[in-house]
């Protein structure tokens, strides 16, 4: 049976989100600000670098598999983006080899 309660969350979640996505628009129209120029370009491979230091962390290279799975996947997802610049292509593409390498051979 449907929750109704489960019902008004979705909507509410949804409404904010497309609040939030819209605001941006209504607020700088057409002419966006230097700064926010500045963050659109900054910012991913900003956040790229932080999740590769946090996902490389815990990789303990003088035990188990020596790290040769995380690098193998970091040098894959490098290698195709700068080859096809296709972000989902080779984030795929590396989390395949990674899971290959963890699951069939260093298993």
Sequence with gaps: MFDVHAGYIV???????MALRFLPFVAFGKARPEFVVYLGRVL??????MLAVYCLRGVNILAGSHGIPE?????VVVVLHVWKRNTLLSII???GVYMFLVQAIFA
């Design 93 to 95: 593409a590396g989390t």
């Design 44 to 49: 991913p491979p900003a956040v790229m670098a």
């Design 71 to 75: 690098a193998a996947g970091c040098i």
């Design 11 to 17: 909507l509410v979640s949804g409404a904010v989100t």
